[in-house]
Every structure is written in C-alpha cells, then in structure tokens.
C-alpha cells in the first residue's frame, strides 16, 4: 500500500472518549493505520455537550502529545487535530475556533442516526453563515439518509425472500439534496466490509457507486479487528471504483477539491 492516505475520521487519541482506552492501544493502533497506507490521520475525539467535552485546545494539546510519541517510536503519521461534532442544539455556539478537517472549510458532523431534514437543513445554513461546511460522518449508518425510506422500496430480509429486493433511485433523497446545498460525505472503511450490519453496507455500497463520497476514514476506536476492516473495506472500494479511483478517494483528493 502507498503512504499517502488520508484518514479522516479516527479516535486515535488515548482516553478522550470512547476509542482509545490508553496510550498502549493508540500506539498499536497508529502502526496499524501506517502499515495500511495512511499518513495523514484526523484526530477527530467526539465533541458533545455533557457527554464529550473535548474542546479545541485540549485536542490540540492532546495530538501534540501524540505525535511526540509516535515520532518517538518511529511511526510515520502525521496527525491532525480535529473533532466529531454532534448534530444538537448546541453546535452552532462551538462552530467559532471550530476545528476543521485540515485546511478545508469542512467540519466533521456526526447526526443522530434518526434525525430528520428539519434539523439538517438548517444545519447547512448555520454553517454557511461561518464561513463552513457540513462533512457528515458515515451517513451510510443514518437511517435519515436512507433513500428506502422515501421512495417506498422494499429492502431487507423479507425483500430477499420474496426476491422483490431493487436498489432505490437518489435523485431525490436526501442525502443527494444535502450535497447539492453543500454537504460532503465521509464512508467508514468498516461500512463496505459488513462491520455494522447488511443495510449499511448496502447503503454505502448504493452511495459509492453514485459518487456521493468525497472522502473516507477508519472510525477506529480499538485495535482489536482494525487491520481485517481496513484491508476488507479498500478491498470492496477497489473492486467497485477501479485502483485509481479508489486511491483518490483515500486520498482525498475529492474532499480537497471541493467535490
């Protein structure tokens, strides 16, 4: 694998929330990550009001630390500092000093895996009015952005009994409205290797043939199985898009872009 991926989305950080639990599993996590082709990875420790109280400052101070150690023990990534923001009524009073996925205008959004377009659609303007994007984290895992869901087709165990199951039309769903106001989509790596479930693969594997990714990343929060989610995931990618596609994807070329 190249050294030139990019992962967006990772709780790498020691003991910040709910990924990993010491510096041991960090470390054991970051040569694992290296030796797939990363070499950028997005801190990105979940920030929710009364749950996750990770602010910019202490994710900073925290990649700092890391980075020290992994340059200590020879680990070739470069880490940056960013955050999992969840979708609530509070976001829009922490989007100023907000940490962005790099040098873009992007921030990684997290939405309630049952939220409705009344509560997206104005997130997208929120963030407009500061300067910012929405790049919504795993939406394969949303069942809001299930397209299923507003065009009535039959999907699921039953679907495949009565062999009825076909794969929904986009063109007016909601996460097809979403990137056309300006949202971007980052896919879990996990999602297209079957890690959480037949539906969201399958809606992942919808969304990536329809070009609605602009990036990818791990999720990673333990070492335990990460290398086997990893290789399976690229491995689904790669056979969809073709090796150069799916390169510029980990790369996040598109993402850079705009696209």
């Not at 990534?77 to 996925?101: K, S």
């Not at 309630?112 to 997208?124: D, K, N, S, Y």
Request: glycine share 10%; hydrophobic share 40%.
């Amino acid at each position: 694998m190249p050294s030139d991926f990019i992962d967006y989305h990772c709780h790498l950080l020691p003991a910040l929330d709910d990924g990993a639990v010491d510096l041991r599993e960090s470390l054991h996590m970051a040569r694992t990550l290296s030796s797939f082709g990363f070499g950028t990875v997005h801190c990105t420790p979940h920030l929710i009001r009364g749950g996750y109280e990770n602010d910019p400052a202490r994710v900073v101070r925290a990649v700092q630390f890391m980075q020290r150690r992994l340059d200590d023990e020879g680990i070739s990534l470069r880490l940056v500092p960013g955050n999992e923001h969840y979708l609530d009524q509070y976001l829009p009073e922490m989007l100023h000093g907000a940490l962005r996925a790099g040098d873009t205008r992007y921030l990684l959004v997290e939405v309630p895996f049952h939220a409705g377009p009344e509560l997206l659609r104005p997130m997208v303007q929120t963030f407009a009015g500061h300067g910012l994007a929405p790049l919504i984290a795993h939406p394969e895992r949303c069942n809001a952005f299930d397209p299923a869901r507003a065009t009535g087709v039959l999907r699921g165990a039953l679907s495949q009994v009565l062999g009825k199951e076909s794969e929904p039309q986009l063109e007016e769903s909601e996460v097809v409205a979403l990137k056309r106001l300006g949202c971007r989509f980052q896919g879990n790596l996990g999602s297209f290797a079957g890690y959480y479930g037949y539906e969201v693969r399958e809606r992942a594997l919808l969304f990536l043939r329809h070009g609605l990714y602009s990036c990818v990343g791990s999720d990673g929060h333990r070492s335990e199985k990460l290398w086997e989610m990893l290789v399976g995931g690229y491995s689904v990618i790669e056979s969809l898009l073709g090796e150069e596609r799916a390169r510029e994807l980990l790369r996040g070329t598109l993402l850079a872009n705009g696209a």
